[in-house]
């Protein structure tokens, strides 16, 4: 894993042409994904920066969606906005996930957990598009440091109580009972990862940082920085499990009545982007609820959910922002009629959104059945809340489908105006992993 780290620095002195390092980010990523599948179980360490099956997929789909990013920004590249800069920024965020990914010690992981917010901030400041744009940095830093200051300090209590940060070396051996300062040790910990994936009540910043980003901003967000709070989850709750196993209920109805509440929100949203986010809280809900529940099925599911999600939610943000180029806004109420405008975008919107609401062959569906057959052998109650959920993410993916592309266009001035050939291959390869992985679901479940 050391030598891709090292790749990743020397793919810093391209950053002068764009088209040199799109195609070294896509050829990064063929050969990580060739020479770099991991041998090892969920549980198992594998390679030189510990490197197994989760960090695998999350750290193939980091450089996957950095290399789509870099081909769906060319607009940056033809207006010469510092376009250098902007490749800097894209490489060291890429270089602050695949150590974050790759971390075994839970201190590194915490600092490079926290360094992916440096180039974000930087992207949403530098390339956004609105003047708010200051104030929804300033939003996703606050609520994100705020959150970790309190695993910072969990972190060097467990180190002084148990002699090791070490991921396999921390287990759940210094907690056999649910004390008070358990609790609070335990919630420190994990409140962090809870605002970063974002769960219902502290995901304010999530829609906003995501109207003012720029599309790399978004794509970014979407696709990888999510996932870094159920990786962070994921990590952490084995040190936890006598305690977290008190608190599974609470989890549980949490991440299903918000995904829930957050579905009825989308359906009144008329900014693009902004319907997009809200589905990301709502489908982060479910991966919550996996990851709390300790088993082998919410485990599968909520790892599928959250690769499935990033290739998804990125090829809409994605979409939603060719329509921002060519017409110049994000809003549904002004977006009629495309599939008259564009009508060969037609089908790649109705492609990802029938991923966006799980509709075969996409992960997203294999991951949501998983979850939803562990919530249900968990407990029958759920069953309500995920009916809800179910019929809701069909009912936004489609208001978002039907409202932009069925109706009059509010002018007869513009001529049918398709994609390019480039637009088409970023969208392609959004979708073809999502409904090609599918084919191997045994290993990414298992």
């Known amino acids: 894993m050391l030598k891709f780290v090292f790749m990743n620095m020397l793919m810093t002195a391209g950053v002068g042409n764009w088209v040199h390092y799109k195609m070294s980010v896509f050829a990064l990523s063929f050969i990580f994904g060739v020479c770099m599948i991991p041998m090892s179980s969920l549980s198992g360490v594998g390679y030189s920066m510990g490197l197994d099956l989760v960090s695998y997929l999350l750290v193939f789909l980091s450089i996957w969606i950095v290399a789509l990013i870099v081909g769906g920004s060319q607009k940056i590249y033809e207006m010469k906005n510092f376009f250098s800069l902007f490749l800097f920024m894209m490489n060291f965020l890429l270089l602050s996930l695949l150590l974050t990914f790759c971390s075994l010690d839970l201190l590194l992981f915490y600092i490079f957990f926290e360094m992916s917010l440096i180039p974000t901030f930087i992207l949403i400041l530098g390339w956004g598009y609105q003047p708010e744009r200051i104030q929804a940095g300033f939003y996703m830093m606050f609520y994100t440091l705020f959150a970790s200051l309190p695993l910072l300090v969990s972190l060097l209590s467990l180190y002084s109580y148990s002699g090791s940060l070490e991921m396999t070396l921390a287990k759940s051996s210094c907690f056999h009972e649910a004390s008070f300062s358990s609790l609070i040790w335990y919630f420190c910990s994990v409140f962090a990862f809870i605002v970063k994936l974002p769960v219902y009540m502290v995901h304010l910043w999530l829609p906003k940082a995501h109207v003012e980003a720029p599309v790399a901003g978004s794509m970014i967000l979407a696709g990888v920085l999510l996932k870094l709070g159920g990786y962070g989850l994921l990590r952490i709750l084995p040190v936890f499990s006598h305690v977290s196993g008190v608190f599974t209920w609470f989890w549980v109805s949490l991440g299903l009545v918000g995904g829930v509440v957050v579905s009825l929100m989308c359906l009144r949203q008329t900014d693009m982007k902004s319907l997009i986010a809200y589905s990301s809280v709502a489908h982060m809900g479910m991966v919550l609820c996996g990851l709390m529940l300790f088993n082998c099925w919410g485990f599968g599911g909520a790892v599928v959910v959250m690769i499935g999600h990033g290739l998804c939610s990125s090829g809409l943000f994605c979409l939603a922002n060719m329509c921002y180029e060519r017409i110049g806004s994000r809003s549904l109420l002004v977006n009629k009629g495309l599939l008259n405008f564009m009508p060969s975008m ?46 809701f993410s069909a009912a936004y993916s489609l208001y978002l489908f039907s409202l932009s592309q069925h109706g009059k266009y509010f002018s007869s001035l513009f001529s049918c105006c398709s994609g390019k050939v480039r637009e088409y291959l970023v969208l392609l390869l959004h979708w073809l992993p999502l409904n090609v992985l599918i084919l191997k679901g045994s290993l990414l479940v298992n």
């Open 346 to 391: 037609a089908l790649w919107w109705f492609l990802l959104s029938a991923g966006n609401m799980a509709a075969p062959p996409s992960l997203n569906l294999l991951g949501e059945i998983s979850l939803i057959v562990s919530l249900i052998s968990w407990s029958k109650i759920s069953m309500i809340s995920l009916a809800l959920l179910s019929f």
